[in-house]
């Protein structure tokens, strides 16, 4: 399984951003997949996840704010943030945990900064 992500970057805070994870592997349908973040000097935190059947839960921070969606037939995860604060800062991650090899994967991350 490999994961990629992209549409990280610099915005204001109020504004949006919309984060893409592609994903290889037939696994990519049939498990929850998951975004994590970690900002700097801090631990990574869980910030929303979908099954594959379309349930999602979201940190309270970022409830309201965050929709997780997905697109299984392009193996594509998608993470749109709407009004974004400071604190958002963070390395973005994209994740799976195959349970069939109870083992997680990671993306190489994606950089969201949001300036005050």
């Known amino acids: 399984v490999q994961l990629v992500e992209s549409g990280g970057g610099l915005v204001q805070a109020g504004g949006s951003l919309r984060l893409s994870c592609a994903g290889s592997g037939s696994t990519f349908s049939i498990n929850t997949m998951n975004w994590f973040r970690q900002a700097p000097g801090k631990q990574r935190e869980l910030v929303a996840g979908?099954?594959?059947?379309?349930?999602?839960n979201y940190a309270d921070t970022v409830k309201g704010r965050f929709t997780c969606s997905r697109d299984n037939a392009k193996r594509m995860m998608f993470l749109q943030m709407n009004s974004l604060k400071p604190e958002d800062t963070a390395v973005y991650f994209c994740?799976?945990?195959?349970?069939?090899?109870?083992?997680?994967?990671w993306g190489q991350g994606t950089q969201v900064t949001v300036s005050s």
């Open positions: 979908m099954t594959s059947g379309g349930a999602t």
């Open positions: 994740s799976v945990f195959v349970v069939a090899e109870g083992r997680r994967y």
